[in-house]
């Protein structure tokens, strides 16, 4: 795990899983300067962060101010840049998707820590929804800092 300069998460359109993963590793204590994003696998236009991943992230201290949604594309898949993924299906999606996608660098976070649930996807559903998708996101996180740190 040591190889990685980059991490960037990824999910459907970018709008509220994957910029929850970067933000909750950012906050983490990391050995070494990681470069640590969040994109969506399929943007058809720049979206702002979905408004109840806006809200758990106040509510637990984070404040993620102007993002807006940007597209995985083929140059962000590098020998050192780990692709974290929520489910099993995006990953197949990327490897569909991207040419030039290195299949041992993307991987499903919860498969990567040794977590038994892939994380949900909260859409559509109310914030306690967000709530959980963010404490489970927490947990799958911290276990990736620290894989990081080893």
Do not use: W
């Not at 204590?29 to 991943?53: H, M, S, W, Y």
């Not at 197949?92 to 030039?100: G, T, V």
């Not at 919860?110 to 489970?136: H, K, N, R, S, W």
């Amino acid at each position: 795990m040591d190889s990685y300069k980059k991490i960037i998460f990824a999910d459907d359109a970018g709008v509220s899983r994957a910029p929850m993963a970067a933000e909750l590793l950012k906050e983490c204590t990391l050995k070494r300067q990681i470069d640590i994003q969040a994109r969506g696998i399929v943007v058809l236009f720049p979206e702002p962060l979905n408004q109840k991943v806006e809200a758990v992230l106040i509510s637990n201290g984070i404040t993620l101010e102007n993002y807006m949604s940007s597209q995985l594309e083929e140059e962000d898949f590098a020998p050192d840049t780990l692709v974290v993924v929520m489910e099993s299906e995006d990953r197949q999606k990327i490897m569909d998707l991207f040419e030039h996608a290195i299949p041992e660098n993307i991987q499903v976070l919860t498969e990567l820590v040794g977590d038994e649930l892939e994380i949900m996807d909260p859409y559509g559903g109310t914030l306690q929804a967000y709530g959980l998708c963010f404490e489970t996101l927490n947990k799958s996180v911290k276990k990736l800092a620290g894989l990081l740190n080893c």
